[in-house]
């Protein structure tokens, strides 16, 4: 799966390799390969509309990457920018550290909304959003086993 406003984008392992490969109809400025939140490889499009990156994988790895490409726009557009779902590699697991993080940003976001009083068709809905929110907070606060 990709979320995408414009440009294609496609992350496979080939053998040894994590390949990433963008197109568009316009010209690619970047594709990026990250790797457990960490940018490990970049190519500049230099004018192409269709890019493959590359990096090397090790065959036990226990990793998840995504690929993410921006392409040319025009002044007045928003950015071009396409992004893949993760690819896992080996046995699933978390980062507790980014957990805590993303614990840590949810709930000041969540701070934020409560402080702006937000407009909600009635209490009921304004209960069920914040109870959604709370219950997010506590998964991400859960100890992993």
Do not use: C
């Not at 230099?46 to 990793?63: C, F, Y």
């Amino acid at each position: 799966m990709i979320v995408t406003n414009g440009p294609l984008i496609e992350i496979r392992r080939s053998g040894n390799q994590i390949e990433a490969e963008a197109s568009f109809w316009r010209p690619i400025e970047t594709l990026e390969i990250v790797r457990n939140g960490q940018l490990v490889a970049r190519a500049e499009g230099s004018g192409k509309s269709r890019l493959t990156l590359n990096t090397p994988v090790r065959a036990t790895e226990r990793a998840w990457y995504t690929a993410r490409v921006r392409a040319r726009k025009e002044e007045s557009e928003p950015e071009l920018q396409a992004h893949t779902n993760p690819l896992y590699l080996g046995e699933p697991f978390v980062d507790p550290a980014a957990r805590r993080v993303i614990a840590d940003a949810w709930a000041e976001e969540i701070g934020r909304y409560r402080a702006k009083n937000l407009v909600f068709a009635n209490e009921q809905q304004r209960k069920e959003f914040f109870d959604s929110a709370d219950r997010a907070l506590a998964e991400l606060r859960r100890p992993l086993q």
